[in-house]
Structures are given as C-alpha cells and as structure tokens.
C-alpha cells in the first residue's frame, strides 16, 4: 500500500517545491540537489505542485495574492511604489537564502489586487554576481535583472511556458544572445 500523500497547510516548504517542479524541466540536477535539501520526496514535490494548480484553477478560488501569503505568511518587506498604484512585496525562502521571492500587485485600493509580476530577485545587501562574459552565466547564478543590467540592451520576452521569460541581450563583444529564466532565476543559455 502507497503512503498518502500530504494534505497538511501548504506553507514555504511546499511553494520552494512548486518552483523546483518547474526549475526541473531545464536543471533537473539542480532541482534534485534542492529537493533533497528539503527533505522531499519527488512524490511530495508532484504533490506541493498539484495542490499548488488545484488552488490557482479553483472555481472559486483565492486571488493569487491571497495564495502567496496564505503560503508565505507575512512578507519580509513591503513597499508602494507608482504614486501608491502598486506594491511589492517580497518573502524569504530558505533554499535561496541571497534572493527573495518578490511579487508586484496592484492597483492598490481593489479588494483583490492583481499580480503583474513574480519571481526571485537578489535580496536587498546581498552582493550580486560579477556578470562580465557569457561564462558568467551558470544556471541558478543570476536572476533576469541582473542579466539585463550587466548586458544592455535587454530587451524581456515570453519564454517557452507562462513561468518562464526570455531576455534577449547583447554581450560585451556585440554578439547578442538569449537565455530563459524560471520563476527569475537563470536556467540556460539559448
């Protein structure tokens, strides 16, 4: 007889297995060595996921903020900004100590504000990478902002899947190139 799978709160430890379920398709790797880290099984990591898009695609579900603190409780942080139109808000995740899971929503005053934006972003004080050549580039050593600001111009598209972004650049020596990040994290080189 199979264990059953877990139904307890879905807290950070269930979330940081959601953004590895997705990290897996491009670093499968990286994504065991974090799982392991956790404590999870891949069979909780299947499960977090499904309990995750269950509770995004309810009929009558939270709004996708409300999720994040249900998950994350209180944020670390929290700024207006946009003459009071929009806030971020940011969380720590044990797995990734140097950055913070960030998100953007607005317009403030809604009942249920929306996401415009979310992803990991360098935390405040944390030193960021020195991106100077493309070897700078290692999976999971660099969010999207830091790519785009080390190697202008940038310019942000869609990637291959709605967690996904693309940024196309252009390196020190003209050459452009492009590369896709997960929930803001780096994962490869296109």
């Known amino acids: 007889m199979q264990p059953s799978a877990p139904t307890g709160p879905f807290g950070p430890r269930e979330f940081q297995l959601v953004l590895l379920r997705r ?3 491009h670093q499968p790797d990286l994504a065991e060595e974090a799982r392991l880290a956790l404590g999870a099984s891949r069979t909780e990591m299947r499960e977090a996921n499904r309990r995750w898009q269950a509770w995004a695609h309810a009929r009558r579900g939270a709004a996708e903020l409300h999720r994040y603190r249900s998950a994350l409780g209180e944020p670390e942080s929290r700024r207006v900004v946009g003459e009071y139109s929009s806030e971020i808000l940011r969380w720590r995740l044990p797995l990734w100590p140097e950055l ?3 998100v953007m929503a607005g317009p403030l005053g809604r009942r249920t504000p929306e996401v415009w ?5 360098r935390a405040p004080g944390a030193p960021s990478p020195e991106l100077r050549t493309e070897a700078d580039l290692r999976p999971w050593g660099c969010t999207l902002g830091e790519v ?3 190697f202008p111009p940038a310019r942000v598209r869609d990637g291959s899947a709605p967690t996904r972004l693309r940024l196309d650049f252009t390196l020190p020596d003209g050459s452009p190139r492009s590369a896709e990040f997960t929930w803001g994290l780096l994962q490869r080189l296109l």
């Open 148 to 150: 785009g600001n080390a």
């Open 117 to 121: 934006g979310r992803g990991l972003v």
């Open 100 to 102: 913070r899971w960030e």
């Open 23 to 25: 990290m897996a398709d």
